[in-house]
C-alpha cells in the first residue's frame, strides 16, 4: 500500500506498520522536527491520568505513548492491530498489558476505561465513525477520550509549504532512517486527506461525545481533540 485511501482495508495497514516497527519512533521523530515529544507531553497532560485509573492508549504501537500514563499510575492498556508493533513492544515493555485489536471492534467490556486515547492513528482506521462508537462504548460514565491527530496549519502562508514538505520531504527524510519509505507515502497522503479540527469534532459530536473541544499545536499541524461521556 503506498497510495492514501480513506477505505483502508485493515490487514494492509497493519502489514505496513509491521515493516516499520523496529525503527517507528525514531523515524517519527525525525520526520516531525523533533515535534513528537512534545506533542506526546501535551496529550498527556490532556488524558491527565491519575493512579488506579484505566487508560486504554489505542494505536499505541511499540507504548512510547503509554508511558506516561503508567508513571503516572494509572493502568494502561497499550493497543495495536499491527502485531509486529506489539512485538517490538513486548520486548521494550514486557510488563505492560499489550493486546492485539480493531479500533473498530474493541476487544474489552462496555463502561471499562477512565480515558481512551489515540495519536495518529484514528486516520489509518478503515471506519473513523465506528471507532469513534466504540471508544465511547468502552468509556465508562464521566470518562473522557483524547485524540491527537495531524490536522490543518491555521496559517495559509504556512500551510502552503507544509503540504509541499508532507508530499515532497517527507519520503526522502524517511528513507534514510526507514526500511520501508513507501509507508511514509501513504502516511504523507493519509495526512492531506484527513477531516480539518471542526470537521473532526463534528463527527466527535454524532459519535455521542459531549463537551468537544479542540486545540491546536505547532500552529494547527496537529491538533488535540478531547469528549466526555455522559454520566
Not at 488524558?47 to 499510575?73: I, N
Not at 515532497?168 to 519509505?181: F, I, M, W
Request: include cysteine; glycine fraction near 6%; charge should be positive.
Amino acid at each position: 500500500m503506498t497510495r492514501a485511501s480513506l477505505d483502508k482495508q485493515p490487514h494492509e495497514v497493519a502489514s505496513m506498520f509491521d515493516d516499520v516497527a523496529e525503527r517507528y519512533d525514531l523515524t517519527n521523530d525525525v520526520i516531525s522536527l523533533g515535534q513528537a515529544r512534545q506533542w506526546r507531553k501535551a496529550v498527556a497532560a490532556a488524558v491527565d491520568a491519575r493512579p488506579a485509573q484505566k487508560v486504554l492508549d489505542l494505536a499505541a504501537g511499540t507504548a512510547t505513548s503509554s508511558q506516561p500514563f503508567a508513571r503516572a499510575g494509572a493502568y494502561v492498556v497499550p493497543c495495536d492491530f499491527s502485531l509486529g508493533m506489539l512485538r517490538v513492544g513486548k520486548q521494550r515493555h514486557p510488563w505492560m498489558p499489550f493486546t492485539a485489536g480493531d479500533a473498530t471492534k474493541l476487544p474489552f467490556k462496555d463502561d471499562t476505561f477512565d480515558a481512551v486515547t489515540i495519536s495518529f492513528g484514528l486516520r489509518n482506521v478503515q471506519d473513523t465513525d465506528a471507532a469513534l462508537r466504540e471508544m465511547l462504548r468502552v468509556t465508562r460514565p464521566g470518562g473522557r477520550v483524547v485524540i491527537c491527530e495531524f490536522s490543518e496549519p491555521t496559517w495559509e502562508p504556512f500551510r502552503k509549504v507544509y503540504v509541499e514538505y508532507l508530499m515532497r520531504a517527507l519520503p526522502p527524510v524517511a528513507r534514510t532512517v526507514c526500511s520501508n519509505p513507501d509507508a511514509y507515502v501513504y502516511l504523507a497522503e493519509s495526512i492531506r486527506s484527513w477531516p480539518n479540527q471542526p470537521e473532526l469534532a463534528a463527527r466527535l459530536t454524532g459519535a455521542g461525545w459531549t463537551k468537544v473541544a479542540y486545540r491546536n499545536l505547532t500552529g494547527g499541524v496537529v491538533a488535540l481533540h478531547r469528549g466526555f461521556k455522559q454520566s
